[in-house]
């Protein structure tokens, strides 16, 4: 079985298993104003390196909040803001960020949309590296009912560091290095699907991904 069909077959598994979250959103706005520092206005983050949550999946978003806080996944600025929150707070946040609008992102006019449309599309057939497309849509737009997030105009600098720090997972288990990582993909999949990207591609997809709406 090639590796396309399989991750459409995860897609289906996960969509008949995943609990959507069911946050209140006016009261998640209110709790929303220590947040904007970082993530702007209604979820849209004019800083590259801090990312939109506007328009994310709800599901998604509690799941990264309640990551953070249990360390799943590590950031030491997130888990100092998570950690007086409880869990009917996380949720409130996550539908308050997923009903707002993303703002539109832009690729940079210098940036190798062609690599990043291939790979996003089409994956890497040498490597064995499964096409973005299929958990994330052909308009960057996520699975929601699989987990998989909105891609769609996220700015390329944090997509990017993502991607690299799912990587670094697989250069610390080749080289016994303890570097920051990223490891709260589901079953590794995103860990398995960046092992074998270089920077170029990973900031090619990127910026791809960044206009792609």
Do not use: W
């Not at 328009?55 to 888990?79: C, H, I, P, T, W």
């Not at 993502?162 to 709260?184: C, H, M, V, W, Y």
Request: net charge neutral; proline share 3%.
């Amino acid at each position: 079985m090639n590796k396309l069909a399989l991750a459409f077959i995860t897609v289906l598994t996960l969509a008949s298993t995943h609990t959507i979250a069911a946050g209140d959103a006016a009261q998640g706005q209110a709790k929303a104003a220590t947040c904007i520092g970082c993530h702007g206005v209604n979820g849209n983050s004019v800083v590259p390196s801090f990312p939109k949550l506007a328009g994310q999946s709800e599901a998604y978003l509690l799941k990264q909040l309640r990551d953070f806080k249990s360390g799943a996944r590590v950031d030491a600025m997130m888990a100092g803001m998570v950690a007086p929150l409880t869990d009917t707070d996380m949720a409130n946040l996550s539908a308050y960020y997923a009903a707002q609008t993303v703002t539109q992102g832009v690729a940079k006019k210098d940036a190798n949309i062609a690599l990043g449309e291939k790979i996003y599309r089409g994956g890497k057939k040498d490597t064995g590296v499964t096409a973005c497309i299929a958990c994330h849509g052909p308009q960057g737009k996520g699975i929601p009912s699989a987990g998989f997030p909105a891609l769609s105009s996220q700015h390329a600098t944090y997509v990017a560091t993502q991607l690299k720090a799912f990587r670094q997972d697989s250069i610390n288990a080749q080289t016994g290095d303890s570097q920051p990582s990223r490891t709260n993909d589901y079953e590794g999949m995103m860990i398995n699907f960046t092992k074998s990207l270089t920077n170029a591609e990973i900031d090619a997809v990127s910026e791809y991904i960044s206009g792609l709406h």
